[in-house]
């Protein structure tokens, strides 16, 4: 039996539910090398501001014993650059296209939708609403729900193509950003984007990265984040993309027994260039193994007896 591995977030079909995450995967292209881009359900990205960004200064990278902390600074090519280099090459493969929205006010976001919107090949726009915005006093759109309803609201109007609002973890209320996401049009919630960290040279005392705190993510967050997906795919209408420290089948399952429709994987590119298809691989495993026909039949099945959670 070939199991049917296909996914639907009902504005978009995935072949599977495998998605490389954005940041980590470069803008596709990169992957070439080492993996067929046509195996994979989707691809988000990096991050997108409307010019292009240098980011921040070096070090921006920290390993720690099971993640990584990034200060990248959402360093990116811009969407003119995209639009005429990147993106004719990439819409060439047979997979979906997220792209991933920065910005540093509500009208930069919308300027890059509308930009992006009539450009062949794009499938959906995945709204990075979890990095700093300078308008709101450099406090992320995610962590108010007020900031988050303003912002997608905007993006929704000017945008001809489906929204994904892309959630911060840093919050006490995951659940309350997602029904603001919703309520404000959004056509689907991903998450976890990364927690705010930090790690410290003993011998020099300063910090190492360059910009003092960055975000950890990798298998150090996934207990967190696939707690994340649970409540907000318990709590939304709208489809949930999970992700958080993906490294294996086993953990992107997890993902999808909790609710998600789809995974991302992010940090596990960056070990191992051949994670997602690797995983494709072991889910098709999974469900010959365990006669599962349709992966669509794992998502959300997960056994609760007590209701109180
Ligand atoms: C080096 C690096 C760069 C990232 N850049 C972006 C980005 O541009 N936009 C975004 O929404 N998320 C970005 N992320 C967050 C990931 O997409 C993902 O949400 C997070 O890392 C959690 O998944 P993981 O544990 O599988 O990596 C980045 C993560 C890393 C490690």
Do not use: W
Not at 7 to 34: M, Q, R
Not at 85 to 90: A, H, M, S, T
């Amino acid at each position: 039996m070939i199991p049917d591995l296909s996914a639907d977030l009902g504005f978009l079909k995935l072949k599977n539910p495998i998605i490389a995450a954005s940041g980590t995967f470069g803008y596709g292209l990169e992957f070439t090398p080492f993996i067929d881009l046509n195996l994979l359900g989707g691809i988000a990205i990096k991050g997108l501001h409307f010019s292009p960004k240098e980011g921040n200064p070096p070090p921006r990278l920290v390993e720690t014993p099971a993640g990584l902390i990034n200060a990248i600074g959402l360093q990116g090519i811009g969407v003119e650059e995209f639009a005429i280099k990147v993106l004719p090459e990439l819409r060439k493969y047979n997979t979906a296209i997220l792209v991933n929205v920065c910005g540093t006010s509500d009208e930069e976001y919308a300027a890059v939708v509308e930009y992006l919107s009539p450009k062949k090949g794009i499938s959906a726009f995945e709204l990075n609403i979890s990095c700093p915005n300078v308008k709101k006093n450099g406090l992320c759109p995610a962590l108010s729900p007020e900031a988050t309803y303003t912002l997608i609201k905007l993006a929704k109007k000017n945008s001809g193509l489906p929204i994904i609002a892309k959630l911060s973890p840093n919050v006490t209320d995951i659940v309350e950003i997602a029904r603001s996401a919703q309520e404000a049009g959004a056509d689907g919630i991903s998450l976890v984007n990364t927690f705010l960290a930090m790690a410290v040279d003993i011998q020099t005392r300063k910090p190492k990265l360059a910009n003092v705190l960055g975000g950890l993510s990798g298998p150090a967050i996934k207990p967190i984040a696939l707690r994340m997906v649970y409540q907000v795919a318990s709590q939304v209408k709208i489809p949930v993309i999970g992700m958080g420290g993906i490294m294996s089948a086993q953990d992107a399952l997890e993902f999808l027994i909790v609710g998600a429709r789809a995974v991302q994987v992010g940090t596990a590119n960056l070990v191992d260039p051949d994670a997602t298809v690797r995983i494709i691989r072991e889910l098709e495993e999974y469900c010959q193994k365990n006669g599962i026909e349709k992966i669509e039949k794992v998502i959300g099945s997960i056994k609760i007896e007590r209701t109180d959670r």
